[in-house]
């Protein structure tokens, strides 16, 4: 439950002013993040896909006392420009960019992805789950003359075989490829790209893969901690990468997965 969520407060992100995209409701990856970075002192603004979401995302918005939200479908590049556009005229400058954006048709998250990826899904999943990440980080870039940071978050399915996801494990690793390009590109006027591999969490994202509670489950028994992945973990994760904290590091995919990541064949039970 986010109320359960625990943030420690302070000023790592007193004077900075980021973009979270992403949020649709309280359990979303991206209001974690932006929790831990409003508590830290970030200035935010947040950008909610179509009406239906607007009414969830606006309340959380304004508990944080943050008052900009602005509308913008990511495969929309009117609304993508309104977004920046309006961004400039109220602040300038960007310090960081959270882009936690994926989508997929779920009748395509099951089964064969040989038999059931279309062509018409495939390269929606690429559009928004990926160049999407591109896009806005094209134009977040524009105004970060003083440098910045931008983040994305990606799942293991990029890497391996698992079952159901499919076509967004492709899609994934386009992300994590087009970070690192991004971060080649914009490393010199001293802009990160990074990427959260995060493990398997209980929000709306997941509930449209078949057996994506088991993803979760399994995630906890194989884990190397025996736990879940927590909120307060990847948004630890996001604070550091955001902040100064975190100045020397680009191009990198981090797995905050309570060790998911580095088993092969999990221990027999008891050992
Ligand atoms: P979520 O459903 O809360 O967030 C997904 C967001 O994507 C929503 O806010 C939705 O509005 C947005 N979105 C989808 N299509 C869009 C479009 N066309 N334009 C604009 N926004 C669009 O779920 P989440 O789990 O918080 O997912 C956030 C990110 O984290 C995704 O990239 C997801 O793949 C990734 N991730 C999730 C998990 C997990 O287990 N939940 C694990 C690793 C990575």
Redesign the pocket.
Known sequence: MADEWVFPKGELMRGKRGLI?????D?????GIASQLAAQGAELAF???GDA?EKRVRPLVQSIGADTMLE????NDAQLDSVFDALKQKWGKLDFLVH????SDKNELKGSFVENTTRENFLRSMD??AF?FVAAGRRASKMMERGGSMI????LGAERVLPSYNV?GVA?AALEASMRYMARDLGPAGIRVNAI??????????AGIQG?RG??QTGREWSVMKEDTSMEGIAGCALWLCSDLGRSTTGEVIHVDAGFHIVGVPSPDGE
């Open positions: 995209m992403g949020v649709a409701n359990k979303s990856i991206a209001w950008t909610y896909q979401l913008c479908d990511a495969t936690s954006i994926a989508f928004i789950s999407s994305t978050l990606t799942y967004m994934k591999s995060a493990g398997a969490m209980r929000t709306l994202a997941i994506g993803l979760i």
